[in-house]
């Protein structure tokens, strides 16, 4: 069921409880920020983050956030180190200020996918910036499609894991899926592809993904029927592009008929949008508004889903006591 | 490379370090305690814990620790609560009592399955666990073959990930692998297994398994060829055996010569044991020393493999202060 | 004055405050939760703590606890490693949930017993307990009779110290005591028996125990005067009943002409029916029913005491901001 | 066996150790910590605790303490918030100056009688002072004889309950105890009591003591036989002298032959002098070292017994790394 | 504009508000938190801290706190260390008996002065202090005119820096102050002087101080104009008077007109009143009530002035959830 | 004294502390970093900061620190979010790694300017980044010359602040300074300015700044005497260079004879080279070399100090435990 019906026309909220909640924004996505304000209807609070001339960034709130309840929304696009000091300093100013508690919305945590141990002495900043959070003054963090589901368990504050499922069933629904399989990438993190394939009654299929470089990916082999079908390669995450171009390639020795690539957050970094506009196999790009998407960082035949009413429908929910469920990336048991 | 031919003969301890170095056991497992401690040379340390009358543990460490490296060597093997709780107990014991570092030594941390949100409302117990271990004093943690890499980044202190992976590839490396093929019964958890693969230069398969309860599986779908091969069943854990009997039900079908099950933990509890030597096609099942085995949870055609050196090294290397980065569990990036 | 005619007939709470509570059981003792939620004219909440085929302890709530005040109701009664580790899951649960505030109710907190050092290197386990339900959630605690009451100076949340003096003054009250002593088994934990004498006007008595083991207990001598008369015997705790039986030999030789039991908790463990059983002198066993007594942990002659009401009013009084010091246990000045 | 055997004529510590270890002192007890500095062949290290024209305590310390093991001496004797404070500022600068481990050497912890809830709404004072010891930086505190021994687990972090057990002993045995009793002045606290007569092969007896004010006590009763006797009156501390007069005066009339008091910590603050001056049935009162006592508050026949070696062989061991279980007050199981 | 007409004469709080709020005062100065509880419409509640006979406090609130708001006044005047332990007390008694918010009201933080390193190993002490109040439950921290702005920042929960400016400019603003130049007595803690003076339109100077010792400064220079004009030396705190003496004497050299003194916190403790008393230059010294003022410790020509509704104003807003920007001390950035 | 004189010839480490110590440095100022280790006789561990296509900042530490001495070199210069993440990423790998203690050696602090509130609702950062050190793993932490010294009771752990004063000293005292004067261009900030006028004995004057915004100072005043002298301005830092062109403009009116800058802190960011380069009057602007100063942030007549041989002492001194207290900026009691 697609959940802009479920959610219906009255998603505002009543005065009585938006005289309780603040949503700030930082600089990284204003736009989502107005989104999901937008559809509770209010306002963004007043604030700004700026840069002093040594670098240093500074945050301010321009209203009393005294015992209310505020959510800061900043997804760690790039630059992520500017974004996630600028959540830091609205966190720290939001706690320090008297607020009632004190949400970190961050629709794209990029540092989920540092979290685990590669090579000796190497950080798993997943659990560093989780643990950074909390020190600024975070009460609740809300997240979505992190790189792995374990993330959620770095937060040792309550956490909120969402997913963009409904809104890819729902985006898909609407196609033929006769002829369509579902392609994960790596075969070491099909679990979330395999809850779509299954939700659509697809087949699945997988690469063996060895990743040789941050931006350099080999594919050592393939698992699952592809031939002649239309490959919809589900992923979640597109930064360099090199993952969803090699396992293009793989996919063009299987005579695939056609592919569509979904994922959840498209950044579009460095040689991305040329690298991808030269894959003509790739008939559509389907991802969300969790990041920014400047014009210079949108590649040809792009498609982008809005998922500003799920984390509005959290942000209600949280505000009214309601149970949210249904809006959570759960995983079956493996 | 054999992790036995690295470590040599020369494995004891010297005088002046021994004097630094207290090694205990919890109930749960003295004889693979006693293992660890006499590949370096050391008797175990004193220790009780026993029951009181109203079903309270009670643990009492029988040697001063004052200025002393701990280590407490304790699988949470069934009965889980008890053995996690005598645990928790001991580290408390040795931190109250002016201990140098206070070690807990999991060869076995069941909790780590519980590492994500599969419901609402479910609690992730392996990071609480993991919390409660820090409460209760442990200032390092080590571990074996935990079910996702990412449990790692649970622990708030220094956490030692170990892997089974030298003496499993040593025990294969022996035999004629030309026709073997090494199979993830869960294509969600199959990343540690493609190492193996690898490693042996093996070729890989995967079952899509759903999990429908504790102790109910099924096989949804298949990738790779086995059709006619050894097929060599790798995973984290046995525990009822219903995971393994559904991927061997699968491999059947698929007219595999020859079954061999290979996994790190074998618990074999509840009705595993007459499962698993019902299914006459799986010829040997290899597991290590990590949980006690008493004669009636082993099963026919077993096959277990010691991993004391591996905890052996950690510690000697730990108290010397040297690096031990081989013996880590690591992840290629994905 | 009755707990029953101060409460009144009017217990039952508004449905504003109803709506802002909610209570769970875990597996230990559902009847006494059942007992409480039914005199706040509430049901006990969804919830469920199950077992994993590797013996690890799931649980999970069954509606949302977001921004509602959790009552979790569990006495650590065996097997009490489990029971804990029920409660922190449970605890856990709740805190991560977005509960306001997460209350651990611990009718019968056993481990109250290991309260100081009995022994170089002996576990304060008591202490130990009290950080880990901190550690997995809980914001309060509400116990009854603890072994100590500086157990109450362990916990670093608030706590609730509750007393059963008012049930058992009640039920002396209504009997004829010109004959009666009040004998503490224990001169060294005399303090509340005295209470208890001073509140009903009636003399005491006191043993001086030796425990040789947790299971053997010597009376070395006695204090007081006893001869002819009704030996009333106040204690926290039967588990074994070893303690009881050897004051009871002890009065035996003072010729009491009658012996009575009375204690807030009543485990009855191991040999206790039995032994209990044997002794004739005792007319009567009172217990309140802070553990579940299965029909064949209950010795003859037993009367069982509800105490669900006192800790309805505490949790009423803690919704409601209102005072409640006249529930709990306090102290006189030593 | 007396301590003093014990430990013989070779307390000195050697050089390679002294270099790890500095002594200091706040105001209230220079004398001790000298004695103690002394025991272990060394100097107090330099530092001073004065007051600003506005009342503010400053500390600083006269040597760097970098990497040292540091233990600040000082009582909670009168004045106790300016001696608490001291002690706090001292603990910090330690810690902040780099101090390898930092302990509160606390002879007399005067806060461990407010160790429980006399009523609502009163704190316990005890964990209070334990939890702002731990702010402000001791990783081990050193205590003896609290007034009860749970106060031992109010500590987050190691801490040593010692005894003056051995002195009292030693003291006794040189004289002839054969019509001898040892009578606690508190039914409620005369564990520590009675552990003393056993020693001592001496009966015992306990008055029922009721307060009804800091400063007025009330013995509402007796237990044991102390007709003719010499009366040894053993407790944990004299303040005001209140309950060691009321307990006279009940013996008085018992025909007691002889009284002799033996406390721990003699304060004699208030009226205790010329109260005690008064008794005449007192013959001796026998106290330790742990608080200054200045000539204006030194009672007749006063006796005082010097603890400076136990607490000297708490520190030599510590450093050593060796077990000192012998010098702790441990409580056998009640 | 005057801050009396800010406020008008609808201060007093609604019923509702009042019964989430409850005022307490230690024994430092209830005649302040008097007028503050005045102001607010409140009584203050009942709360006693007292001194057993062993010179230790108990500190215990006569009414049931429980889900109120907590506010308890308390500055840190002689004796402070008294004055801090009751403080630190009646935190925790709120917090344990539940509390839903603690403040801690603090007129006079004394211990702001000791806010930096002025040698090796001396303790910052107000950042110990801040860290005291934090572990004895204060949720948040009301202060006036700490000694240097960045004393804020040791606060780790949210802290209200007040300031007394707005009184101090209504009561020269109503006075010819044409020839009038603001003086700070120390180069080095200007700011908040030259904030003073430009409010009013007025020149300033400055003394380079050095101070000797705690009680004995000299002016090595002078900077800015003075000569025959009306000097209003301004400053945060008189304990001594050495400052202001020194200060004056130079200004006499300068043949100033007439000398006021202006500061927040009057503590005139040891030869304050006398010297200033002696100093016949000066023709006003004004304070505000931050601090009790008995007749001994009253200069002559002393004026007072309150700021008690300043702090009424802060306590009203924050239980009403109001923005109180306009009554912080901030600092213009340097 | 001179600083080189005193350290000497013989400033290398003996081999056993080498093998304790470590010292890497992350990407902000690998010279400074290289040169504290060469003044040790140390080359820098290998370390690698890095970033991944979607920005995302991964550290990695090339040998093992199990047991070690960790120093990790990295002012906090622009890039300031960069550089801070990767600190604190390096951070966090040495204590996951075993690292015996963590250090922050940051030469340039630059968050310390925000270290108190502006304006309602603005962030102390300075307290905030602190507090991210130590959630990092920091133990211990070392900066230079930090905007206020008030910041160094922001850090919970040890914290040196040290003071490029001596360098200074030194290089000014090889000239004629008898006609010069010592000018702070804020007379809030002008403690430090005040010592470093008193050690060489020159006279004192400062401006009283008022800053418009970051980029925008006005003077509004001007103490002391300057006329026809050799200003020589004295800072903290300088970013933009407006305060210091705004101070030269005010000289200039005065006639100044010569004008010299002395700052620790050298950025020279966005217009301050070319600022700089049009006020002719400046003769020399001498600076340390706390952060880097790539060829297109050089001014003309730019003197730059080393500082290494400070950080390099203390590193020294902290390994072998020896005070180390000349080195550090401590501020006369004011």
Not at 32 to 46: Q, R, S, V
Not at 69 to 81: D, E, K, T
Request: hydrophobic content about 45%.
């Amino acid at each position: 069921m697609s959940q802009d019906t479920a959610l219906g026309q009255d998603t505002a909220l009543g005065q009585d409880t938006l005289d309780r909640l603040l949503i700030f924004s930082g600089n990284a996505h204003p736009r989502l920020a107005h989104e999901i304000a937008h559809y509770l209807g209010l306002e963004l609070g007043p604030a700004t983050a700026t840069k002093f001339s040594n670098d240093n960034i500074s945050a301010h709130l321009g209203v009393s956030v005294r015992s209310r309840h505020v959510f800061i929304v900043q997804p760690l696009s790039p630059p992520c180190s500017d974004h996630l000091m600028e959540l830091l300093l609205m966190l720290d100013v939001a706690r320090g200020a008297g607020a009632r508690s004190v949400h970190a919305v961050i629709p794209y945590f990029s540092y989920a996918r540092s979290d685990k141990k590669d090579a000796p002495r190497i950080s798993i900043a997943a659990r560093l910036v989780a643990d950074l959070l909390v020190t600024a003054g975070a009460t609740h963090v809300v997240a979505m499609t992190l790189h792995s589901p374990q993330v959620h368990g770095f937060f040792s504050v309550p956490a909120d894991h969402l997913t963009a499922h409904s809104v890819f069933v729902d985006y898909l629904n609407g196609q033929d899926l006769s002829n369509a399989v579902i392609v994960s990438p790596d075969i070491g993190h099909s679990k979330r592809t395999a809850n779509l394939a299954r939700a659509l009654g697809l087949p699945l299929a997988a690469a063996d993904k060895v990743r040789q470089s941050d931006d350099s990916v080999v594919m050592s082999g393939f698992m699952g029927q592809v031939r002649g079908k239309w490959a919809i390669i589900v992923d979640d995450e597109i930064a360099s592009g090199a993952s969803t171009v090699a396992t293009t390639d793989l996919l063009r020795r299987e005579n695939v008929s056609r592919v569509t690539v979904m994922v959840t957050h498209g950044l579009f970094t460095g040689p991305a949008v040329e690298r991808l506009n030269a894959v003509k196999e790739i008939d559509e790009i389907v991802v969300t508004n969790t990041v920014p998407l400047p014009p210079e960082r949108r590649p040809e035949r792009l498609k982008v889903l809005s998922v500003a009413h799920i984390f509005g429908e959290v942000i209600r929910h949280h505000v009214l006591g309601e149970s949210i469920g249904a809006l959570f990336e759960f995983w079956p048991t493996g």
